[in-house]
């Protein structure tokens, strides 16, 4: 049985998280195509083969209920403008871990992301009753880390070695986590955060 009851919908003022699907392919691939996009990542979704098999093997995950995919759209424009997932699901834990999250670089630093984890967060910890949230990103993706600080991620370490990208570096994952105690007054600062 999954932990997520499908169809899940997300909406804010400036995006609406939609569940993936093949009908979404076509315009993800497009902006997938911005190699910006993939310098931290494991895969070079730039490559269409690449984030194709991707984005099919999200669909069989959250068949399975090991992760849970979305489609980002700018409600604005009604345009696609990128990828979400929960990932690592362990409701037996009440814990999950938001990742593979990518943008059109386009909607980067306008506040499209902290709308987007304001709403995975809320419906983490308020549906799903999780007691832990995670994060994680490349040490050296000092932009992804200033945005997971930003939202009220706190640091719990580094992983060393944690996997290696698609060109063959080893990266090392900067992990962060919000638990069920900090979420209110988190949750009041991204409201306020997302008005402004």
């Known amino acids: 049985m999954n932990w997520i009851n499908h169809p899940v919908i997300l909406e804010g ?24 996009i993939w310098e931290f990542l494991t895969v070079d979704g730039s490559d269409e083969n690449t984030i194709t098999t991707e984005l099919k093997s999200a669909l069989l995950k959250r068949m399975d209920g090991t992760e849970y995919p979305f489609t980002i759209i700018d409600k604005e424009t009604g345009k696609i403008i990128g990828s979400t997932r929960y990932i690592d699901l362990h409701p037996q834990y009440r ?42 990103t490349s040490d ?24 290696i990208l698609y060109n063959g570096t080893k990266r090392n994952s900067v992990m962060f986590s919000i638990i069920d105690d900090e979420w209110p007054e988190l949750k009041a600062r991204l409201e306020l955060l997302t008005e402004n």
């Not at 003022?13 to 902006?31: D, G, W, Y």
């Not at 050296?140 to 996997?163: M, P």
């Open 13 to 36: 003022k400036m995006v609406k998280l939609v569940p993936l699907e093949n009908a979404h392919f076509n315009e993800l691939i497009a902006i997938s195509r911005n190699k910006k």
């Open 140 to 163: 050296k993706n000092i932009r992804s880390q200033t945005a997971i600080k930003k939202i009220g991620g706190k640091l719990e370490g580094t992983l060393r070695n944690e996997r």
């Open 95 to 136: 814990k999950l871990e938001i990742g593979w999250t990518w943008n059109d670089p386009d909607y980067w630093g306008k506040g499209h992301n902290s709308e987007c984890k304001l709403l995975l967060l809320t419906y983490a910890f308020e549906t799903l009753k999780c007691i832990r949230v995670q994060l994680k």
